[in-house]
């Protein structure tokens, strides 16, 4: 019976990993619930997130991806693993650089399964590669979610405060609701920001910027659900389609070294 149990779990599991939320996804179970004290949300943040993503992204290898990538390439296949991108998308990559992009939902459990795996390869990604996350913009309830990155992507631009893991905690392992009238803002106040900093950010060319720069990508990847990543503006893959998370890495890396100039 047990052996059963763990089967059934781990099939489960691997479900969830590799499936994605569409546009038309509902965020109606998370709730805004306000800590007692402000300390209360960011000793929970220090100790579970780092632990979860942080540390994971750091310190794991992942030998699955480094087999996938050592595996002949040619069993991807564009129009199944992958799919090209048409009208290509404009990049804002600098001059040599191939754009990754991952297109992501803040509320979105696949994304947050899927973001230790980002966090490693941002830090260890071919000197080649542009990479960048960008909230997706798919329908009102995400746009708000992607306020919240911008705000804290502005507040803490070298990621120091870790404002962007702790958010992803907030949503899903304290179920707080980001997205409603202030919700955002006491969240910013409890890591210590004040209110003021917030209004500053939110009324910035470069807060605005980021988000009509994120529409545009959101409109011309033609995704409807993420996490999803974009190649130099020409291809598009998710876990789901790319079958693993190993073997999206691998399209990843192979699709980018095509795209080196």
């Not at 296949?77 to 991108?85: F, L, P, S």
């Not at 507040?155 to 609701?177: S, V």
């Amino acid at each position: 019976m047990k052996k059963k149990l763990k089967r059934i779990s781990l099939v489960i599991s691997t479900v969830v990993a590799l499936s994605a939320c569409d546009s038309a996804s509902s965020d109606a179970k998370r709730v805004d619930v306000t800590p007692a004290t402000p300390s209360a949300i960011v000793d929970k943040a220090t100790k579970v997130i780092p632990a979860n993503l942080i540390a994971k992204a750091e310190t794991e290898t992942v030998p699955e991806a480094k087999a996938a990538a050592a595996t002949n390439t040619s069993k991807y296949v564009e129009g199944k693993h992958y799919v090209e991108i048409f009208p290509e998308m404009q990049t804002d990559a600098t001059a040599g650089k191939v754009e990754v992009i991952e297109m992501m939902w803040l509320g979105c459990p696949h994304c947050y399964t899927l973001e230790p795996t980002m966090l490693k390869y941002k830090k260890n990604h071919p000197k080649y590669v542009e990479f960048k996350q960008v909230p997706a913009m798919l329908n009102p309830s995400w746009a708000k979610d992607g306020e919240t990155y911008y705000i804290a992507e502005i507040l803490d631009p070298k990621g120091e405060a870790e404002l962007i893991t702790k958010i992803f905690q907030a949503i899903h392992e304290q179920k707080r609701r980001l997205n409603r009238p202030d919700a955002a803002k006491r969240f910013f106040i409890e890591q210590g920001y004040t209110a003021e900093q917030v209004d500053n950010v939110k009324n910035s060319m470069a807060f605005k910027a980021k988000i009509k720069r994120a529409q545009e990508i959101s409109a011309s990847s033609q995704a409807q659900s993420v996490p999803t990543l974009i190649i130099n503006g020409k291809y598009r893959t998710s876990p789901y389609i790319a079958g693993s998370e190993a073997d999206l890495m691998a399209i990843i890396d192979m699709l980018a070294k095509k795209e080196r100039k």
